[in-house]
């Protein structure tokens, strides 16, 4: 039940947001909408996603422990858990820097639910689909995945928003998007490998 409150909560903040003629207010307002389910993510029991007390919990001991950056890369790829770099770097500042497991939590989400987010805005202007209408989607069907496969959930946010901008011909400046496009493609691939299979869907959007 707490999920739907907080799912409601949020399109509540967001849809005054989008209609805020004063777009800072606006913004302020859809800021909030999108950190109540990241809040909620961060303060969730650990027993809600099998991952959460498996690799990021483990990992993030491991450098609370006093391990450096290099023996992370060495035992994450060791245990079969991971070796993409951005995500392992992440929880290693989080962890070296003392910063709480809940908090870690929270900004794990706010990668999967912010790029989702920043997408769905831009093909609003493309395509003039219903920003809320997609986080609502996303928040019924997606978001108790993102609780569990955290790491693929980030990857795909990402990879949802590198396609996104790599197909808005808005974009005036062609190396602008193509570079943009690139650079989220390269966060993605940094937060799960699996990135890799999405490349099928850039070559034919091409053809």
């Known amino acids: 039940m707490i999920y739907l409150f907080v799912f409601f909560i949020s399109i509540f903040f967001i849809v005054l947001g989008l209609n805020q003629k004063n777009r800072r207010i606006g913004l302020v307002l859809e800021l909030m909408g999108l950190l109540i389910p990241c809040i909620l993510a961060g303060v969730r029991s650990y027993d809600v996603g099998t991952d959460t007390s498996g690799y990021p919990l483990k990992l993030y001991n491991f450098v609370s422990e006093g391990y450096s950056f290099k023996q992370l890369i060495y035992f994450s790829d060791l245990w079969y858990y991971s070796k ?23 900004i794990l989400e706010l990668l999967v639910i912010f790029p ?84 099928p869907f850039y070559i034919l959007y091409l053809y």
């Open 116 to 199: 989702y987010y920043y997408s769905l805005k831009i093909n609003e202007k493309l395509t003039n689909k219903s920003v809320v209408f997609g986080m609502l989607i996303f928040y019924l069907v997606f978001y108790n995945l993102s609780l569990n496969m955290i790491r693929q959930s980030i990857a795909i946010s990402f990879i949802i928003l590198s396609f996104t901008i790599f197909k808005n011909k808005n974009i005036k400046s062609n190396k602008k998007r193509k570079f943009s496009s690139l650079f989220f493609f390269c966060m993605a691939y940094g937060f799960h490998n699996t990135t890799l299979f999405s490349l």
């Open 84 to 106: 993409d770099m951005v995500y392992l770097l992440i929880t290693y500042f989080v962890s070296h820097n003392n910063i709480s497991f809940q908090f870690y939590l929270f």
